[in-house]
């Protein structure tokens, strides 16, 4: 074990997984000579040669269509969109294509889309969303959100390892400001399996990403309430059952996301709650989220729209009055 920060556990995994298995290669915009827009593939290039670490032009559809192809012939490319605000442009080949053609043909799609995600750096509304939930939508994806260097690196090689199609979202305020203890050795993080963050039996609050970060200094902040929190890590599949047995415990849910409001995945996960263990509850369920809003440049402004711990702190008082 050695303390390694999140973008480190990334960069560890995805090069302990190209050692690991011939078949895997990198292609992305500047991820070769210039190591990626943030560093995490620095180095890649010199030890495995341009034809696994892949200098791609500025076309989001050919990263993804042409990593589809290769995936089809048997090969697992890992994809790298410099901010995840960009998959858009890529949006058929990965919904149309790539997540139907499992269903479609049976053949194994095993590609991976890194996608650097989330605010916090005033790089205002074209590379800051979140758009997990966009993605969680569709049939044939699967949708990885980890919070922690540890899970960072196993979740990592898990998705490359996956026959389906994964997005993999790694929020960007947490790539130097995050630390912690991880294996050295090479490890898999199951996909579908959430993480009790912290032990508690009054509220429930349910996050990911950076977001968990921001639930635990809220927490901290209220010291004379017991409050459990869940690292989902993934949201499609996302872990339910771990969900809805600490709901059981607590009678108390808030779920928290740095996404805007309508149509995010925090609407999906209350009315699961809501449909299957209304009895248990002692309070409506809660949400903590961004407003409906482009996300803004101006610090002042990116501030109030990305949740703070203040405004976690304030519904977990309101919750705790029921």
Not at 22 to 34: A, P, T
């Amino acid at each position: 074990m050695a303390e390694k920060t999140y973008l480190q556990a990334i960069s560890e995994g995805l090069r302990q997984q190209m050692r690991h298995d011939k078949r895997v290669f990198l292609i992305g915009e500047d991820i070769g000579v210039y190591g990626g827009a943030f560093k995490v593939t620095l180095g890649f290039q010199e030890e495995f040669g341009p034809w696994r670490v892949i200098d791609a032009p500025l076309s989001e559809t050919a990263i993804v269509g042409g990593s589809t192809g290769a995936a089809i012939m048997g090969l697992r490319p890992v994809a790298e969109m410099q901010f995840s605000d960009f998959i858009s442009c890529a949006y058929d080949h990965l919904v149309t294509i790539a997540a139907k053609q499992r269903w479609r043909a049976g053949t194994a799609i095993p590609i991976v889309v890194r996608l650097p995600s989330g605010g916090g750096f005033s790089g205002g509304p074209f590379h800051s969303q979140n758009p997990e939930s966009t993605f969680a939508h569709i049939p044939g994806l699967k949708v990885v959100c980890p919070a922690t260097p540890e899970d960072a690196k196993g979740l990592i090689i898990a998705a490359i390892e996956d026959p389906n199609p994964v997005l993999f979202f790694e929020h960007k305020h947490l790539y130097r400001r995050i630390k912690g203890e991880v294996p050295d050795e090479r490890y898999v993080t199951p996909i579908g399996e959430a993480r009790i963050h912290q032990e508690g039996d009054e509220i429930t609050v349910i996050t990911w990403g950076a977001m968990v970060h921001t639930a635990a200094e809220a927490a901290a902040e209220l010291p004379d309430l017991s409050i459990e929190i869940i690292d989902l890590r993934t949201i499609l599949p996302w872990d339910k059952e771990a969900v809805l047995a600490s709901v059981r415990k607590t009678s108390k849910a808030l779920v928290l996301h740095e996404d805007t409001r309508t149509g995010g995945f925090g609407g999906e996960i209350a009315a699961t709650i809501a449909e299957e263990v209304f009895e248990h509850l002692d309070a409506p369920v809660r949400r903590v989220t961004a407003p409906d809003s482009p996300v803004p440049f101006a610090p002042v402004l990116e501030k109030a729209f990305i949740p703070q711990v203040a405004d976690v702190v304030a519904a977990l008082r309101s919750l705790s009055e029921y």
